[in-house]
Every structure is written in structure tokens, then in C-alpha cells.
T-cell receptor, first 114, second 115 residues
Framework: ETGVTQSPTHLIKTRGQQVTLRCSSQSGHNTVSWYQQALGQGPQFIFQYYREEENGRGNFPPRFSGLQFPNYSSELNVNALELDDSALYLC?????????????FGSGTRLTVV | DQQVKQNSPSLSVQEGRISILNCDYTNSMFDYFLWYKKYPAEGPTFLISISSIKDKNEDGRFTVFLNKSAKHLSLHIVPSQPGDSAVYFCAASASTGGSQGNLIFGKGTKLSVKP
């Protein structure tokens, strides 16, 4: 049973650029949630995808968008990058929405915006 | 405005003793609480949870206590082991009135267990 894989592990982008982060969910999981963890903070909910549809969204602007594919993998896209977008981005997959105890987190993508 | 607060950024405990990690929340709609453990360069892993209909849940060395009137929960680790050294996050959710999958996390407490 494979876990959650995120790519890339690290990247550096310039302010104003766009970035795409990828997440492969654990086998059998149909729900993916994305979180942003700024330095010294806890993870903050961005949005969740369930069966290829957005199933909930946190307090993030529309320049944060996502996709989920038929194989349940997911992408997080961020447009017009700002310095404050520098953070660890975590993806978590689960058997369904609300299955918090069954969340499997990836190791994250460390994004640095300069 | 932080809805989940972990007021101790760090905690140091001797091996074999009890570790007590605390968490306070402000939103009375929260009805499910979880603790996650995070090692460096890894994602958080689920540790233990508790529903608001209970006041205690045990799993081996880990026990979570919930005091709804005080809006406070705590994680007890007995006995503490060096491998428990990690950052512990408290998280909460509401089954109504919020979006699905929306776990609210605290800032974490870094636990160091010294041999």
C-alpha cells in the first residue's frame, strides 16, 4: 500500500509567477485535502476535493485553485505568487470527506517565493 | 483569531515520566478533536481523537481528555519515550456549519523526551 506522494519536495519561485504542486493519493482514497503550513504555524485548510469536485474551501483567495483527476490524484495551483505564499504545502488523502482520523499526509512541498 | 490554541511552544520531559500537552479552543461548534504527531521532513500522522460526547479516550500510552465546559483538551503520554520527541498538533472540526474536511490546527508543541 503506497502512501501519499507529493512533488516536487522543494521549489523556489519569483513573486508574480505561477506554481503547480502535485499529490498522489493513497491507494483506495477518493478525497484529497490541501493545507498550507507557514513557519511556526499549524496547517491551515485550503480546500478539499472529493470525486473530482471541490468539496469545501478555507479562507484562501481565488488565485489558489485545484483539480482532482479520475485516479484521485490532485493538483494545487497558485497564481500571482506573493512572498507570504512561502510555506510548506501539505496534501492529505482519505477514504471520504470527514474521515479525519484516516487522513494520510504527504511529506509536503516546501515553496519559497523570492 | 486563533480558534485552536496550543500555548506551550515546547515541552521537555525525562524518559519514563508523563508528558502532558494542552490545547484550548474557542469555537463551541467543534465536536471532534484530534492529535497529530509530526517528525521533521515528514507529514503529520494521526495519533488519537475524541468526540465531544466523550471526556476521555485511551490508546496504549496515549490518553486524550476533553473538558467541554472549559473548552480544553489535553494529551497524556505515559511513559514518555525518546521516540515520542516530535511536534504535536491539536486539531478540531465541526460536523455542522463548516466546510467538510476543514480541520483547524493549533500551532503545535515541540516535545523533547530526554533519555
Amino acid at each position: 500500500e503506497t502512501g501519499v506522494t507529493q512533488s516536487p519536495t522543494h521549489l523556489i519561485k519569483t513573486r508574480g509567477q505561477q506554481v503547480t504542486l502535485r499529490c498522489s493519493s493513497q491507494s483506495g482514497h477518493n478525497t484529497v485535502s490541501w493545507y498550507q503550513q507557514a513557519l511556526g504555524q499549524g496547517p491551515q485548510f485550503i480546500f478539499q476535493y472529493y470525486r473530482e469536485e471541490e468539496n469545501g474551501r478555507g479562507n484562501f483567495p481565488p488565485r489558489f485553485s485545484g483539480l482532482q483527476f479520475p485516479n484521485y490524484s490532485s493538483e494545487l495551483n497558485v497564481n500571482a505568487l506573493e512572498l507570504d505564499d512561502s510555506a510548506l504545502y501539505l496534501c492529505a488523502s482519505s477514504l471520504g470527506p470527514g474521515q479525519y482520523y484516516g487522513y494520510t499526509f504527504g511529506s509536503g512541498t516546501r515553496l519559497t517565493v523570492v | 483569531d486563533q480558534q485552536v490554541k496550543q500555548n506551550s511552544p515546547s515541552l521537555s520531559v525525562q524518559e519514563g515520566r508523563i508528558s502532558i500537552l494542552n490545547c484550548d479552543y474557542t469555537n463551541s461548534m467543534f465536536d471532534y478533536f484530534l492529535w497529530y504527531k509530526k517528525y521533521p521532513a515528514e507529514g503529520p500522522t494521526f495519533l488519537i481523537s475524541i468526540s465531544s460526547i466523550k471526556d476521555k479516550n485511551e490508546d496504549g500510552r496515549f490518553t486524550v481528555f476533553l473538558n467541554k465546559s472549559a473548552k480544553h483538551l489535553s494529551l497524556h503520554i505515559v511513559p514518555s519515550q525518546p521516540g515520542d520527541s516530535a511536534v504535536y498538533f491539536c486539531a478540531a472540526s465541526a460536523s455542522t456549519g463548516g466546510s467538510q474536511g476543514n480541520l483547524i490546527f493549533g500551532k503545535g508543541t515541540k516535545l523533547s523526551v530526554k533519555p
